[in-house]
């Protein structure tokens, strides 16, 4: 059974850095790609970034381009997200999730099969 363990949200001001990450367990391994998805209260869950399983093929919003890196870590089985300027925009619940891959190689957009709790992240202005 996969499962996601999002950590590293918190509170920052608005300019700030915060690195998240995302602790896979139960198989997770070349047929995964992963990413990150965010829901803002009121609002549907929006795609933020993704990666497949080598780090050559990344995605990222438009909204989040150049500002936020993605990254994955694969003897750990795990995926970070480097988010930099924040803005107060950016507040949400960050969540992790992977697409089971069956052998195929991975494009965007990224359609998760499994999902993390999530992590909140706000940020002040």
């Known amino acids: 059974q996969v499962q996601l363990v999002e950590s590293g949200g918190g509170s920052v001001q608005a300019g700030g850095s915060l690195r998240l990450s995302c602790a896979g367990s139960?198989?997770?391994?070349?047929?995964?790609?992963m990413g990150w998805f965010r829901q803002a209260p009121g609002t549907e869950r929006e795609f933020v970034a993704a990666?497949?399983?080598?780090?050559?093929?990344?995605d990222y919003a438009n909204s989040v381009k150049g500002r936020f890196t993605i990254s994955r870590e694969n003897a750990k089985n795990t995926v970070y997200l480097q988010m930099n300027s924040l803005k107060p925009e950016d507040t949400a619940v960050y969540y992790c999730?992977?697409?089971?891959?069956?052998?195929?190689?991975?494009?965007?957009?990224?359609?998760?099969?499994?999902w993390g709790q999530g992590t909140q992240v706000t940020v002040s202005s």
């Open positions: 990666i497949g399983w080598r780090g050559g093929v990344t």
């Open positions: 999730s992977a697409e089971h891959l069956y052998g195929s190689t991975w494009n965007p957009p990224l359609r998760p099969d499994y």
């Open positions: 139960g198989g997770i391994d070349r047929n995964y790609a």
